[in-house]
C-alpha cells in the first residue's frame, strides 16, 4: 500500500463544476502540498498546510491531521484547471508522493 | 515557474555518455531537492541539499548518480554512463528555510537513447 493515496485517479467535469480530490496518507508528516502539473511537465505549487484550512481564488484545501486526510477543492472549473494534480507529504528532508488525479475539465 | 531556472529543459543522450542537469534556486533559497519523475509514474524524491552539503541522499541511486551545489553556480546534478532506464523528467525544487513551501522548477526531460 502508498504511503500516499489519492482519489480518484481521473476526474472528468464539465466547467462549472464543483471538484474535490482527496488525499490520505499513512505516515506521520510535519506538512502536506497540493502541486499542480500541466501538460507539458511543469509543477506548481498550490499550498502548503499543516492544519485547518487554505483559500487561493477558486481552490481551497484542508487538512484532518487526526484522520490524516486532506481535500482538494476547486470551485466553478474551468477548462484551464485541466492538469494533474498531486498530493506530497514532507516527512523530515523527504517528500513522498501520490500518484496524482488527473482532472479534465469540459467546455 | 521562471523563478528556479532548469537548464537545460530537454536532453538527449547516447547510452554510456554523461548527463548534467543544471538547477538554480529562487534567489535567497539555501536548500535544493531533485526529483525523478518517470515515464507513468509518479514523483520521488532523490537527493536534499544545502549549499555546499548533502543533507539527504537516501532517494539517490548508489551508483553513477551524484549531486552537489557548490557555494558559488547552480546545484548539479550529474549522471555518469546513462542507460535507457535514465530516461525521466528531473524537477528541481527550492525552498528558503526547510519548513518553507517549494517552488519547483520546469525540469529537464532526458532522453537517452
Known amino acids: 500500500k502508498n504511503e500516499v493515496e489519492q482519489s480518484p485517479q481521473n476526474l472528468t467535469a464539465q466547467e462549472g463544476e464543483f471538484i474535490t480530490i482527496n488525499c490520505s496518507y499513512s505516515v506521520g508528516i510535519s506538512a502536506l502540498h497540493w502541486l499542480q502539473q500541466h501538460p507539458g511537465g511543469g509543477i506548481v505549487s498550490l499550498f502548503m498546510l499543516s492544519s485547518g484550512k487554505k483559500k487561493h481564488g477558486r481552490l481551497i484545501a484542508t487538512i484532518n491531521i487526526q484522520e490524516k486526510h486532506s481535500s482538494l477543492h476547486i470551485t466553478a472549473s474551468h477548462p484551464r484547471d485541466s492538469a494533474v494534480y498531486i498530493c506530497?507529504?514532507?516527512?523530515?528532508?523527504?517528500?513522498?508522493f501520490g500518484a496524482g488525479t488527473r482532472l479534465t475539465v469540459k467546455p | 515557474n521562471a523563478d528556479v531556472m532548469q537548464n537545460p529543459r530537454h536532453l538527449v543522450r547516447r547510452r554510456g555518455q554523461e548527463a548534467r542537469l543544471r538547477c538554480s534556486p529562487m534567489?535567497?533559497?539555501?536548500?535544493v531537492y531533485w526529483y525523478r519523475q518517470l515515464p507513468e509514474e509518479g514523483l520521488k524524491f532523490m537527493v536534499y541539499?544545502?549549499?555546499?552539503?548533502?543533507?539527504?541522499e537516501s532517494g539517490m541511486p548508489k551508483e553513477r548518480f551524484s549531486a552537489e551545489f557548490p557555494k558559488e553556480g547552480p546545484s548539479i546534478l550529474r549522471i555518469q554512463q546513462v542507460v535507457r532506464g535514465d530516461s525521466a523528467a528531473y524537477f528541481c525544487a527550492s525552498s528558503l528555510r526547510l519548513d518553507d513551501g517549494y517552488t519547483f522548477g520546469s525540469g529537464t526531460r532526458l532522453t537517452v537513447v
Open positions: 534567489k535567497g533559497h539555501s536548500h
Open positions: 506530497a507529504v514532507r516527512m523530515n528532508n523527504d517528500m513522498r
Open positions: 541539499l544545502q549549499k555546499e552539503n548533502i543533507i539527504d
